[in-house]
C-alpha cells in the first residue's frame, strides 16, 4: 500500500509504503533536510485512518518486505534517502586498521620525520640536560660539533681586556673570554673601535675567528669549539700605520668591543 508522510521540519512529501513504515518502529529520515521523524504520526490525514485499519504484527509483512529488507536500495517509491539508520553514521576520516600497507608505511614515515624534527629543534636544550653526552659526540665526531653547540653571543662573556702598544706602528688588544653554558660555544667575530682620550672613535676593525689567535697557540679558527664553563685568553693584532697618516697628532688611548656570531658590518 503506497502511503504518503510529510517532514516537520522542512514540509517535504514522500511516498512510502506500508512494509518501509514498519521497518525501525516507523522512524525515518528525511531525504531533503536528514531530519528524523516518525512516519507514521506524520501521515496524511487519510493515509493515517488507512494505516490504522493494518494489521502492525512482527510477522505481517503488507507489502512484500521482510525484517531483514535493506531500506536503502530503491523500491521505486522515490523514498530511498528517507529509510536507513535513524542516526547519522560517522564513518573516520582515516581507518589505520583497515587501511593498505602502503599507507601505514606512510603514517609511519610521517610520524618519524615529524620525531626527528622536533628531536633537531630541541636537540640545544636536550643537550644541556646531558652534556657530557654532547661533549662525548663532539669528541668523537669534531665534524659535527655545530649540532651540539651554542652562539658565542648567547654563551660567551667578557671576563678582562686590555690594550698594549707593541711599538709605534703596532697594538694589541688581549681579551679573556668564559663560556658560561655546559655546551661548546662557537669562536666569535670581533669589533675593536679604538677610542681617542676623549672617548672618540677613532677608528674600528673587524675581525673573524682567523684574524686572531689564542695565547700561546695559533689561529683560533683552527682550534676546537670553546668547551663549556672554559675560560680562553685571545690576543688581536692591530696596525695604526693608516691611522697615524691620517691622524698624527692623535693616539688611542682606550677601546670599545663587540662579539657578533657572524661579522660585523664595517663602519
Not at 665534524?143 to 651554542?150: A, D, E, I, P
Not at 688581549?174 to 681617542?196: A, C, G, R, V
Amino acid at each position: 500500500m503506497s502511503l504518503a508522510t510529510r517532514c516537520p521540519n522542512c514540509n517535504t512529501l514522500f511516498k512510502v509504503t506500508s512494509g518501509q513504515l514498519q521497518l525501525h518502529e516507523g522512524k525515518v529520515r528525511c531525504g531533503q533536510c536528514q531530519s528524523v521523524f516518525s512516519g507514521i504520526e506524520h501521515l496524511t490525514s487519510a493515509d493515517t485512518e488507512a494505516w490504522q485499519k493494518l494489521d502492525l504484527s512482527p510477522t505481517q509483512s503488507n507489502s512484500g518486505y521482510s525484517s531483514d529488507h535493506n531500506p536503502a536500495g530503491g523500491d521505486g517509491t522515490g523514498s530511498e534517502n528517507l529509510f536507513g539508520t535513524t542516526s547519522p553514521t560517522n564513518k573516520p576520516l582515516l581507518n589505520f586498521r583497515q587501511g593498505s600497507p602502503a599507507l601505514k608505511l606512510a603514517c609511519l614515515a610521517l610520524l618519524l620525520a615529524l620525531g626527528i624534527q622536533t628531536l633537531w629543534w630541541q636537540r640545544t636544550a636536550f643537550a644541556e640536560q646531558i652534556p657530557a653526552l654532547a661533549a662525548r659526540i663532539n669528541q668523537s665526531a669534531p665534524t659535527v660539533q655545530k649540532l651540539f653547540s651554542t652562539p658565542a653571543t648567547q654563551a660567551l662573556k667578557v671576563e678582562g681586556s686590555g690594550l698594549q702598544a707593541l711599538d709605534e706602528q703596532n697594538v694589541r688588544v688581549d681579551l679573556t673570554l668564559t663560556n658560561q653554558q655546559n655546551l661548546p660555544s662557537h669562536w666569535p667575530h670581533l669589533k675593536i673601535e679604538l677610542l681617542d682620550p676623549q672617548g672618540l672613535v677613532m677608528a674600528s676593525k673587524s675581525l673573524a675567528p682567523g684574524d686572531y689567535q689564542l695565547r700561546d697557540e695559533g689561529s683560533a679558527s683552527q682550534a676546537p669549539l670553546i668547551a663549556g664553563q672554559q675560560t680562553v685568553e685571545v690576543l688581536a693584532y692591530l696596525n695604526l700605520s693608516t691611522l697615524n697618516k691620517q691622524l698624527p697628532e692623535s693616539a688611542a688611548t682606550g677601546f670599545r668591543l663587540e662579539l657578533y656570531d657572524h661579522g660585523p658590518r664595517e663602519n
